[in-house]
């Protein structure tokens, strides 16, 4: 294939020792075809796609010819699987390579559902199209929402059956990663028992995420430190749009803090602390508000790898560990704090925010209010279900938290725009995701590009926005599979 794609490979990963990973290409596919491009991806990573015929496009992104200069490998690691140590890898994606931008930003393009590779144990290493779409979905609108995360270049239908349940479509998703290191992918190597190895990817992930610490005295504590940082960061978007991840194990969880792996994910309509929607989380594990206590206990995990190199006295080694990891909660809860106080348009700190905070949380659990559409009635949006806030209690803690708006000179100015820069319009609705995806699978592709394009702006007023904004209603059960 010509290189007028401006592809530009750099494939660092390819050459670290043989252990971190397999050489493998992916296995080709009978009839692929090209549904989604991302255009608006491919412009940012300055890569040109309008000039390529679909059918050069959809040969690309099913992996039947390689880009030149790309080094395609299955890369290895292990997890924790609902608490569960594993040895796992790529079983069904292979990373094609690192491509740089002008601005020599490093980014991994990687083929998902691209065929066996040595990690496939006993799957059959291909993806169905539905669950491809649906990450591609999730992806786009959690960068839209402005939340760290692996993107979604394109996706392709390969013209063969995959097994599952039922008989389905294959698909291949091309993702894109800032890279795609996991605590999971330090505890394989931590689990071989080889200093070498460890400190060789100690180094590389600081050099590839943290250059600002290559030459700080204790760089090991210090990646900690900002390894965690990162995570707290995330989850506190997580749980600020209603996110529900749904498989945080250790290999689902990007050393560069990008949330990665979009399998049973979905967002949450109503508010309850307790939203699960994977089918095979039966004991709400990873439930919306479990979220950051399994990013800790993650963290807890990622620290353990780094022991060794952290104080050649081992047990201070753990006694510093320890004390990072325990600076989690303190940390979270000031953070969760202040997302809390911005989504209210609260200016300042005051004692009583965390209860003003808790009380709005009670009784949007207790009225079963909607998460994003309660916060669209506080910006004075009008949403369908208005009736809701007509409630007395909602009334009251309405009156005090109008009080509290007015603390340190808040204008409405001030606190409209704070509010419109957190709380979205919009989020992916579950049944329309599924709608979009069904009517994808007859050859309609525009209600999944309508919701693509609603989910561009989350945090701006489109036309006809408003057909977007009903949740399931309360007796709708949502439910997730893993699509594996
Ligand atoms: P995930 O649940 O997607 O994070 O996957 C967990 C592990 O299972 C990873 O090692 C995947 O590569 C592997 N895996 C998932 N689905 C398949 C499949 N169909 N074939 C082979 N490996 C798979
Ligand atoms: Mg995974």
Not at 10 to 19: A, G, V
Not at 395 to 406: A, M, N, P, S, V
Request: charged share 25%; aromatic share 10%; net charge positive.
């Amino acid at each position: 294939m010509k290189n007028n794609i401006n592809w530009n490979f750099d494939n660092t990963y390819s050459r670290l020792p043989e252990i971190f990973r397999e050489n493998i290409k992916p296995v080709s596919v009978k009839n692929p075809e090209l549904i989604l491009l991302n255009e608006n991806l491919a412009k940012s990573l300055n890569l040109e796609f309008s000039n390529i015929s679909k059918s050069k496009l959809s040969t690309l992104f099913s992996g039947n010819k390689l880009p030149e200069k790309s080094n395609s490998i299955a890369q290895a690691y292990a997890g924790h699987q609902f608490g569960h140590f594993t040895m796992l890898g790529d079983g069904r994606a292979v990373l094609i390579g690192e491509h740089l931008t002008k601005t020599k930003d490093r980014y991994d393009i990687q083929f998902k559902g691209s065929g066996k590779t040595a990690f496939s144990r006993n799957g059959d290493g291909r993806a169905a199209l539905g669950p491809m779409l649906r990450e591609y979905i999730i992806s786009e609108a959690m960068y839209n929402l402005k939340i760290p995360t692996t993107r979604s270049l394109a996706v392709v239908k390969t013209g063969e059956d995959v097994i599952r349940e039922t008989t389905l479509e294959g698909g291949i998703l091309t993702r894109v990663a800032s890279s795609h290191i996991r605590v999971g992918t330090f505890q394989y190597i931590a689990a071989r028992n080889k200093k070498d190895e460890l400190e060789l990817l100690i180094n590389y992930v600081i050099k590839r995420h943290y250059q600002e610490i290559e030459k700080s005295k204790n760089k090991v504590v210090d990646l900690l430190k900002k390894v965690l940082d990162k995570q707290i960061d995330l989850v506190i978007h997580w749980m600020r749009v209603g996110f529900v991840h749904g498989v945080m194990n250790t290999d689902n969880m990007s050393i560069a803090g990008e949330t990665i792996d979009y399998g049973p994910c979905a967002f949450m309509d109503i508010y309850d602390p307790k939203t699960v929607f994977s089918s095979i989380d039966k004991m709400g594990r990873y439930a919306y508000c479990n979220q950051p206590v399994i990013t800790k206990w993650n963290l807890a995990r990622f620290a353990e790898c780094l022991i060794p190199f952290i104080d050649r006295d081992q047990n201070k080694a753990v006694e510093l560990a320890s004390e990072i990891i325990n600076s989690f909660e303190k940390k979270y809860e000031k953070r969760w704090l202040q997302m809390m106080r911005d989504k209210l348009g609260l200016v300042g700190e005051n004692e009583k925010d965390k209860s003003l905070i808790i009380d709005l949380l009670t009784w949007m659990h207790q009225n079963k209010a909607d998460y994003t559409n309660t916060f669209c009635h506080l910006m004075g949006e009008k949403i369908k279900e208005d009736k809701k806030y007509k409630n007395k209690d909602f009334i009251i803690w309405k009156e005090t938290w109008k009080k509290r708006l007015l603390y340190k000179n808040n204008t409405p100015n001030k606190f409209n725009k704070l509010m419109r820069s957190v709380n979205p319009l919009v989020i992916p609705r579950n049944h329309l995701v599924e709608n979009s995806l069904k009517e994808t699978e007859r050859n309609n592709l525009k209600p999944i590009n309508r919701l693509l394009k609603i989910l561009k702006k989350p945090y701006t007023r489109q036309e006809s926005i408003i057909n977007f904004q009903r949740p399931l209603s309360s007796n709708e059960k949502y439910q997730t599979f893993c699509g594996t």
